[in-house]
């Protein structure tokens, strides 16, 4: 499969999940993931793993100047409770920065904790199938950001990129 060719169809979903579990993103192909912010250089540059729908690992291709340019499926076997499981934790974060920081999530999104986190979806528990389903009800579908722009994603998608 060449990299052109790897996740630019609508059913073939990405999870982009930091090494730390603290950020995730859902998009509906690599065309997305590229055409987005995720897809150039982070300041500073932090650990990110791919995943496609079926819980596969994806290796990430970049170019000579270390832009991201596709990923391909490695020769790992598919996993998905363990993509599932990261994806859960990252909203535990999530769910636990919002609880400590009341002022900052009223101040900057017009919510108390307890509305916030009657916000946040319930993913544990949960199949990667069904994660996806609900992540792709709350979320924004990926759109691109023209630089000094806001993401005009979901509070706890803006919140996620804040804290990461």
């Known amino acids: 499969m060449t990299i052109s060719d790897y996740g630019t169809t609508p059913t ?85 920065y919002t609880s400590s920081h009341p002022d900052e999530i009223s101040e900057d999104y017009g919510l108390s904790v307890d509305e916030a986190l009657g916000e946040l979806p319930a993913l544990d528990g949960k199949s990667l199938t069904d994660s996806i389903a609900v992540l792709n009800g709350v979320t924004h579908g990926a759109a691109v950001v023209e630089a000094g722009q806001q993401d005009p994603g979901n509070w706890f998608h803006n919140l996620m990129h804040k804290i990461s």
Do not use: C, M, Y
Request: charged share 25%; aromatic share 10%.
């Open 12 to 96: 073939e979903t990405v999870f982009v999940i930091d090494v730390n579990d603290r950020f995730a993103h859902l998009f509906g192909n690599v065309s997305d993931l590229l055409a987005t912010h995720e897809g150039v250089h982070l300041q500073p540059p932090r650990g990110l793993d791919f995943f496609d729908q079926d819980g596969q690992r994806l290796a990430p291709v970049f170019d000579e100047t270390w832009t991201l340019r596709g990923l391909v499926k490695t020769n790992e076997k598919p996993d998905p409770a363990a993509v599932q499981t990261r994806i859960a934790a990252v909203f535990a974060h999530l769910a636990e």
